[in-house]
């Protein structure tokens, strides 16, 4: 049953009539609480009755409840029965790519950025880092601690476009970083707001952020503002991409192995599952009413079925898909089944490691198989991924 707002209408609704209506309005109301959410319904009843009634009576005023999602008594409830419709508000996304170095998170960003109304922040972490004088490469929990506030701020920053200072400053000279944000002419603080502001949407891909924990206790995603699309990948990939981009060698010229890059693989394959787990961990944590704004993806889903998944990623952020992006889907054909080539590139031992360092579950609740043998890595026939991976209830999971 569709409840009507009520609103003045001079001559045509007399006292009683109100009265009546707004009596039988409250109790569906109440109904509805006490379906839901009972232990609300004592606090809740005097607050929105009085409230909306006295304005209503008194005030002269219409009966709207747009203005509830700012009311100090956290109304939200009211939401479920007066949602705002599609055009009492313009649609503003705000996106955070939530990844780790080498898991297909330029893939994603350029899946949203591809949009022409999408402002795009190519990874703050990069500029953050140079703040603070870091390694790139090193992404141990530890050690990227000091790094995590500004870092969040500047992702907040920038979904305000009101990112300034030192950030910007180190954006505005970094060509290399601004064409991969396609703002290859943008050289000045008022320009770059210029470009912020003249897109309704804005999408932040960052590899650096430890834990979601940080974007979950902001404001903005408290207040339903922001969504998270946590990208994943299985492990061992991760690992074997790493090794080739960071040019990690196992072994001399004369097939002697290298202890201390055998030593650097299981760290950094550590590093990788502990912040697996972290997130995980983070993503339970959720409140129930805000775990509709996070969303995992796997990498090889995204890479090897974009026609499946880039559809049902704009479906989360709530917009249509743009033709360009279609466009962009189709040329990605050629590229279809990397999502499973590092197979073809690692060895069992290495692939081993990685497999012993990430435990059992983790596999499991992200869909990845391990395997026991080398015969296993190798043949295209056994299955890595599986279709039914075992994510804790209550966590959206893109399939």
Known sequence: MKLRRLTNRKNSTTFSTVMTMYIVSTILTLAHIWATNTNDLERLFPVVFNQRLSKHMFGKLPVEFDDIEGDSDRLWLWKRLYPSKPSDRPLAARVVVHARMRTGSSL?????????????????GLLVKKLYKMNEYNDSASYLAPMQLPLVQSIIDFFNCTFEGDVLSLLT??????????????????????HCVSKR??????IRLSDIAFIVRTKEFIDGKVKIVHLVRDPRATLSARERFQHWNYRTR????????????EKYATYYCQWLQTNLRSAQNIPRRLRKNFV?????????????????????????????????????????GNGLAWRRNM?????????????????RFYGYVKVDNAEQLVNGNFKLLSTKPLVPSGINFIL
């Open 108 to 124: 994603m960003g350029q899946y949203f950025s591809e949009h022409p109304d999408f402002a795009y922040l190519y990874e703050p």
């Open 173 to 194: 000279r970094n060509i290399w970083l601004r064409s991969q944000m396609n703002i290859k002419d943008l050289m000045t603080t008022d320009n770059f707001t210029t």
């Open 201 to 206: 949407h804005r999408v932040v891909k960052t």
């Open 254 to 265: 004369w097939g002697t192995v290298i202890k201390q890059n055998i030593e650097k693989f």
């Open 296 to 336: 995992i993806v796997r990498y090889e889903d995204l890479a090897d079925r974009p026609r499946d998944i880039v559809p049902k990623l704009y479906d989360f952020v709530g917009l249509d898909l743009h033709q360009r992006v279609r466009s962009m889907i189709d040329g990605q054909k050629d590229k279809l």
């Open 347 to 363: 060895p069992f031992n290495r692939t081993s490691i990685v497999q012993d360092v990430c435990n059992d579950d983790l596999f």
